[in-house]
């Protein structure tokens, strides 16, 4: 049996005969193993779709295992699909970037261990940029707080102050 990862747009793909594959008799037991290929490779052409389309721009090309049947076909029997898991400069636009990541990666009916992990991931980086946001919050009102006492000019925002917006967020990778 051959295994091989290859780009979406190999013409060659999924189902496909390999060269020299003519028409053959199948045993009954090749016949169920073909059955059972044909099944994995639709679900896992569907559960890579759903990720694809639930992460839109964030998500890249899905790339696919294939496994040969005793046919001579070539058949997904796993796949993958890259998301930009990467923090935004602002932290609202982290928490909205994070709300579509965790939605790709839990779009398929049957999320897989590493999809599970990504969604959890992107639920702790999106709980840092609302900690974020709120101390930024914070910080204005204690800020806009000291500038409008009457008689008072605009106060010049302190040192703790500074060093608090000048936080970078956590970055995560994914293997």
């Known amino acids: 049996m051959e295994v091989r990862q290859t780009d ?4 060659s793909r999924s189902a496909r005969p390999l060269p020299g594959a003519g028409k ?3 045993t009954p037991a090749q016949q169920r193993e073909v059955e059972k290929l044909q099944e994995t490779d ?3 052409h569907m559960h890579e779709q759903a990720h694809m389309a639930a992460g839109g721009g964030l998500a890249g090309a ?10 001579g076909k070539r058949y997904a029997v796993g796949g993958e699909v890259s998301i930009d898991v990467s923090p935004e400069k602002d932290p609202q636009r982290t928490i909205a970037k994070m709300q579509r990541v965790e939605a790709a990666a839990l779009a ?8 599970m992990a990504v969604a ?8 840092a940029a609302n900690q974020e946001l709120r101390q930024q919050e914070q910080e204005k009102k204690t800020g806009s707080a000291q500038s409008t006492a009457p008689g ?7 040192a703790g ?8 967020r956590p970055v995560s990778s994914y293997a």
């Not at 979406?8 to 013409?11: G, L, W």
């Not at 899905?62 to 046919?71: E, K, L, N, V």
């Not at 959890?120 to 709980?127: D, G, I, P, Q």
Request: positive net charge.
């Open 120 to 127: 959890r991931n992107a639920e702790r980086t999106k709980a």
């Open 8 to 11: 979406p747009s190999d013409p």
């Open 161 to 168: 102050q500074q060093k608090a917006a000048a936080k970078s």
């Open 108 to 115: 398929p009916s049957d999320p897989s261990p590493q999809d």
């Open 62 to 71: 899905a790339t696919y295992t294939y496994r040969t049947g005793p046919d």
């Open 42 to 44: 639709r679900h896992v």
């Open 24 to 26: 053959q008799t199948l």
């Open 152 to 158: 008072q000019p605009p106060a010049e925002p302190q």
